[in-house]
T-cell receptor, first 115, second 114 residues
Framework: DTEVTQTPKHLVMGMTNKKSLKCEQHMGHRAMYWYKQKAKKPPELMFVYSYEKLSINESVPSRFSPECPNSSLLNLHLHALQPEDSALYLC??????????????FGPGTRLTVL | QQQVKQSPQSLIVQKGGISIINCAYENTAFDYFPWYQQFPGKGPALLIAIRPDVSEKKEGRFTISFNKSAKQFSLHIMDSQPGDSATYFCAASRGSSNTGKLIFGQGTTLQVKP
C-alpha cells in the first residue's frame, strides 16, 4: 500500500465551527507532514511529525492544532478559522527525516472553504 | 538563500514536442532535488528526483539534467502528450538537516496541445 488517504475530500465550515481533517498512511513511514496550498501556488509546510512527536511548527496560528495519535494517523484540528484559511490542505509522509532522499508521498488533499 | 527559482511560469507545447522547465537554487547544502506533478484537484505526485552526484537521470519520457556548478537543474519531457498537462513543481532539500523540509519552486503550468 503506497497511498496516503485524506478525509474529508471537501469541507465547508463557518468561522465559529470546530472541525478536523484526517490523514492515514500504511507504508510504515515515521515522518508525516501537513501542508497548505493556495491556488496556483506551491505547497507551504505547516507541521512536521517525526515518530509521533511534533518536530516542526512553521509559525502556524494556534487556530490550527495538529495531532498524531499513532504512527499511521495524523489529524489537523481546526477552530475559529478565517476566510483566508480557505485552501487545499495536503498531508504527506516519508520514511524518516534525515535521509539522503526525502521522498515525500502526498495525499489527495482536503479542499477547505471557510465562510 | 533558501529559494528555488522556477521558470517559465507557464508553457504551451504541441503534442510530440519537448517540454523544458528550469530551476535554480542558491544553497549549496541542498542535496536532493525532486520534481512533482500535480493535476487539478489532486495532491502532488513525485515524478523523478536526482542527487548532485549525477548529472542526468532518465525515467521513461522524463529526464532531469543537473548542473552543479551552475546550481541549476531542469526537467525535460520528451514526446509530450496531452495527458502531461499539469502543474510541475521542482523542489530541493538538505537530507542531513533532519527537518524534512522541501523548498518548492513556484510551479510551471504545462499545457500540451493535441
Amino acid at each position: 500500500d503506497t497511498e496516503v488517504t485524506q478525509t474529508p475530500k471537501h469541507l465547508v465550515m463557518g468561522m465559529t465551527n470546530k472541525k478536523s481533517l484526517k490523514c492515514e498512511q500504511h507504508m510504515g513511514h515515521r515522518a508525516m507532514y501537513w501542508y497548505k496550498q493556495k491556488a496556483k501556488k506551491p505547497p507551504e509546510l505547516m507541521f512536521v511529525y517525526s515518530y509521533e512527536k511534533l518536530s516542526i511548527n512553521e509559525s502556524v496560528p494556534s487556530r490550527f492544532s495538529p495531532e498524531c495519535p499513532n504512527s499511521s494517523l495524523l489529524n489537523l484540528h481546526l477552530h475559529a478559522l478565517q476566510p483566508e484559511d480557505s485552501a487545499l490542505y495536503l498531508c504527506a509522509s516519508s520514511q524518516d527525516l534525515g535521509l539522503a532522499t526525502n521522498e515525500q508521498f502526498f495525499g489527495p488533499g482536503t479542499r477547505l472553504t471557510v465562510l | 538563500q533558501q529559494q528555488v527559482k522556477q521558470s517559465p511560469q507557464s508553457l504551451i507545447v504541441q503534442k510530440g514536442g519537448i517540454s523544458i522547465i528550469n530551476c535554480a537554487y542558491e544553497n549549496t547544502a541542498f542535496d536532493y532535488f525532486p520534481w512533482y506533478q500535480q493535476f487539478p484537484g489532486k495532491g502532488p505526485a513525485l515524478l523523478i528526483a536526482i542527487r548532485p552526484d549525477v548529472s542526468e537521470k532518465k525515467e521513461g519520457r522524463f529526464t532531469i539534467s543537473f548542473n552543479k556548478s551552475a546550481k541549476q537543474f531542469s526537467l525535460h519531457i520528451m514526446d509530450s502528450q496531452p495527458g502531461d498537462s499539469a502543474t510541475y513543481f521542482c523542489a530541493a532539500s538538505r537530507g542531513s538537516s533532519n527537518t524534512g523540509k522541501l523548498i518548492f519552486g513556484q510551479g510551471t503550468t504545462l499545457q500540451v496541445k493535441p
